[in-house]
């Protein structure tokens, strides 16, 4: 095989997803445990803490994730490369989140055992599934009571529409818990005291029986062995064509906080999950073996690291091999650059590139170059993997800085918070006030408080009751209709004017009104 086949068909890039507090920072921690790539249980959530401890804003920190600097995290377990890419686990709608798993191959989704599907993963859980991407489910502190499996995979099945298939099934549950029947490899996997106790083969359901006699009680046993059977008979087998295609979710369970069940989800999670796949691009596909170098900006972070004021865009690598002092293209553009210094992320560290290869996340050090979809070839024959999605913005204040003194750094921390993607920054045309629009609310607090803590600016923020942006593709706007008591125009960092309504009613009245002005939800693309 060759260098490239080898290192792409090592590497497995995937996200986690779950509602708050089901345990994504724990199960993150244990794998980098597994990986070596932390020595201590406790230095993930230590980061977290620390964070809070020097900040009141506990919302906030949560929403940034498990710390900023791990955002993205390489390591290796069993041969294999491994890259999780963070998502914010925050309950409102978050850009941030669903621009990552455009660059993520698979995801693993925790479920609480207690307490199901929660809304956050819906939302998340959609997005997967409309890209089809391949989704592994990891059910959560069994050491607890909480749902029947059955009533699990059924909870999966209806409420988010895909095919569940256990790989592994819990012995009990909460203090009655014992461990996981490992089906695919036909052995118990003992838990006891909080950790794991052993591992023991069986050839069938009656050895089960016997071996589990000494540890759990016979109700215990009676219903796991019924549940294997009723499995067996009439669950899905497991696919792994409807995995690759997001239809089927393997299922396992485990106690991420004693790691239990951990190892082994990530030993199947690695021979199960696919490795980088093909992208389509302007050129067709692009395969992750080809020799030309390429990839795309997925996220642009500003103030990574408050000391020295930088600004990373994440790359994700979709083809060909990043080497140290490459040349590369920037299609938006067309001009040629050099990747400057770009940076991998380990657990508590990040480190300058040497090479890496489709799957890797890179950082960029950003002088202001790169947008967030940007596609970056290794060659002159440039093409795109298109835009990432965008979510219109939903609602709109008026924001001004308290100290009229700080208009320098407030017009500094709004245009570079801003080229991150999370907030919209307009203009009023006359009185030239600046108008955010987001797509969540919490989008606007997060900006004010990284205003406040990133450049010293305190704002007065006005809310507006507008709901809808739409961008005048064609027409002018009267005078008369440059505000009125249900839309305004503002104009975008391009200068180019958009119409915000308070709903879908005004939206439509007007449209009904003025047939020769033609509106559009997605701002044209910029050069
Ligand atoms: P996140 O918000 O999804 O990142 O969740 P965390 O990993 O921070 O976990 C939330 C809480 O659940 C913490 O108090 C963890 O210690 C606890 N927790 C995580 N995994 C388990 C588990 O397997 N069993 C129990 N009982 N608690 C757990």
Redesign the pocket.
């Known amino acids: 095989m060759s260098d490239i086949n080898q290192e792409v068909s090592r590497r497995k890039t995937f996200a986690i997803i779950?509602h708050?507090?089901?345990?994504?920072?724990?199960?993150t921690e244990k794998m980098l445990l597994l990986g070596g790539a932390i020595r201590t249980a406790g230095s993930v959530?230590a980061k977290k803490s620390a964070k809070f401890a020097t900040s009141d804003w506990m919302e906030l920190e949560k929403q940034r994730g498990i710390s900023v600097t791990s955002s993205v995290m390489q390591f290796e377990y069993q041969g294999s490369k491994i890259n999780i890419l963070d998502t914010p686990?925050h309950q409102d709608f978050s850009e941030d989140t669903y621009r990552t798993l455009m660059a993520v191959d698979s995801v693993v989704m925790?479920l609480d055992v207690a307490k199901g599907v929660e809304a956050q993963t819906k939302k998340l859980f959609k997005v997967c599934r409309d890209r089809g991407i391949p989704i592994f489910t990891f059910i959560?502190?069994?050491?607890?009571f909480g749902k029947e499996p059955l009533e699990l995979f059924e909870e999966i099945e209806e409420v988010l529409g895909i095919e569940s298939t256990p790989i592994n099934y819990p012995i009990g549950m909460g203090p009655t818990f014992k461990g996981v029947y490992d089906r695919f490899e036909k052995r118990i996997e003992y838990y006891e005291d909080g950790e794991k106790a052993g591992t023991q083969y069986i050839e069938d359901y009656d050895q089960l029986q016997e071996s589990l006699e000494n540890v759990a009680d016979q109700a215990t046993i009676d219903q796991l062995i019924e549940d294997l059977m009723l499995v067996d008979e009439a669950g899905n087998e497991f696919d792994a064509d409807a995995v690759k295609e997001g239809k089927q979710t393997p299922v396992f369970f485990g106690?991420?906080?004693?790691s239990f069940g951990v190892p082994t989800f990530l030993e199947h999670f690695l021979l199960m999950a696919p490795y980088p796949a093909s992208r389509e691009s302007s050129k067709g596909t692009v395969e992750p073996t080809d020799d030309v170098f390429s990839g795309f900006v997925f996220k642009i972070q500003a103030n990574m690291d408050p000391a020295h004021r930088d600004r990373i865009a994440f790359l994700r690598i979709c083809s060909g091999k990043y080497e140290k002092g490459m040349s590369t293209w920037l299609e938006r553009t067309g001009k040629q650059m050099k990747l400057a210094q770009p940076q991998q992320f380990f657990a508590d560290s990040r480190e300058s590139v040497e090479e890496a290869y489709a799957g890797d996340i890179v950082g960029l050090y950003d002088p202001g170059v790169y947008q967030i979809g940007d596609t970056v070839c290794g060659s002159k024959d440039i093409f795109s993997f298109g835009d990432l999605p965008q979510f219109p913005p939903e609602h709109f204040a008026k924001v001004r800085p308290k100290n009229a003194m700080k208009h320098k750094q407030y017009i500094k921390g709004i245009q570079q918070l801003a080229q991150e993607g999370a907030i919209q920054v307009y203009r009023t045309p006359r009185m030239e006030e600046t108008v955010l629009g987001a797509v969540g609310q919490l989008q606007f607090d997060v900006f004010i408080y990284r205003m406040k803590a990133e450049y010293g600016v305190d704002l007065v923020m006005e809310p507006l009751s507008y709901q809808i942006a739409r961008w005048v593709e064609e027409g002018e706007i009267p005078n008369k209709l440059m505000h009125t008591s249900t839309s305004m125009v503002v104009n975008d960092y391009l200068d180019r004017p958009v119409m915000l309504f308070k709903n879908e009613f005004n939206l439509d009245y007007f449209k009904g009104q003025n047939e020769e002005i033609k509106l559009t939800d997605k701002p044209p693309r910029t050069e």
Do not use: E, F, Q, Y
């Open positions: 779950s708050p507090d089901a345990g994504k920072t724990t199960l959530k686990g925790i959560n502190k069994m050491d607890r106690s991420a906080v004693s």
